[in-house]
Every structure is written in structure tokens, then in C-alpha cells.
Nanobody, 126 residues
Framework: QVQLEESGGGLVQEGGSLRLSCAASGRAFSSYIMAWFRQAPGKEREFVAAIDWIDLSTHYTDSVKGRFTISRDNAKNTVYLQMNSLKLEDTAVYYC???????????????????WGQGTQVTVSS
């Protein structure tokens, strides 16, 4: 199981950009699906993006397609979320997630992931 720690959140104006980072510790990072979720006040945690461990294919929720990019650097045990053209509705706490075991498949369901970071706040202002 990996331990995860996010960084890079903050306050940004509408239309701006932020890059979130998630540093992982533990073995076999390169063999884990990695994902980003977010949770806005009063709402359920929702899937944002995932990156596969086999072919580095990426998957996004519709609302962020074309604006957000997930990537990973296995040499640094880090996954990133580049967020461009930010909107007010992107305001949330963003969480990095990984399944409990490596070599798995991706999912949009939070229950599929057993390792979570503490979250980093992203606030988009008008």
C-alpha cells in the first residue's frame, strides 16, 4: 500500500491555472493506478481523473476534459494534476488516491481506492 501526500493547492482567479502534486511513498508506485478526486462543500467526493499504470492512458470526468491533465513521473513517485481554465465550480478539496493493491484497473468509484492523501484546497475566485 502507498502513502500519499498532496500539495499545490491555493487561491486562483477564474481562468487561471494550478498544478497539484501527489507524492507517494511505498513500493511499486509505477504499478499502481493513480487518481484524483475532489469534494466540494456539501457534495459527495467525485472522480476527476485517473492514469493507468500499464500504458499511461488517462481518463477524465466530462467537466474537466480539455482543461485538466493528469500525468505521472515514476522516477519521482509523483502524480500531477495540471488544471487550466479554472472555473468557480472547480473549487473543492482535491484528493490523490490509489487502490490498496497494485496491478489493478481504474474506476470512477471512490470505494475502489484504499489509499488517500489528506487533501489540498483549491479555491477559484471571480
Amino acid at each position: 500500500q502507498v502513502q500519499l501526500e498532496e500539495s499545490g493547492g491555493g487561491l486562483v482567479q477564474e481562468g487561471g491555472s494550478l498544478r497539484l502534486s501527489c507524492a507517494a511513498s511505498g513500493r511499486a508506485f509505477s504499478s499502481y493506478i493513480m487518481a484524483w478526486f475532489r469534494q466540494a462543500p456539501g457534495k459527495e467526493r467525485e472522480f476527476v481523473a485517473a492514469i493507468d499504470w500499464i500504458d499511461l492512458s488517462t481518463h477524465y470526468t466530462d467537466s474537466v476534459k480539455g482543461r485538466f491533465t493528469i500525468s505521472r513521473d515514476n522516477a519521482k513517485n509523483t502524480v500531477y494534476l495540471q488544471m487550466n481554465s479554472l472555473k468557480l465550480e472547480d473549487t473543492a478539496v482535491y484528493y490523490c488516491a490509489a487502490p490498496t493493491r497494485p496491478y489493478g484497473s481504474w474506476s470512477t468509484s471512490a470505494s475502489h481506492y484504499g489509499s488517500w492523501g489528506q487533501g489540498t484546497q483549491v479555491t477559484v475566485s471571480s
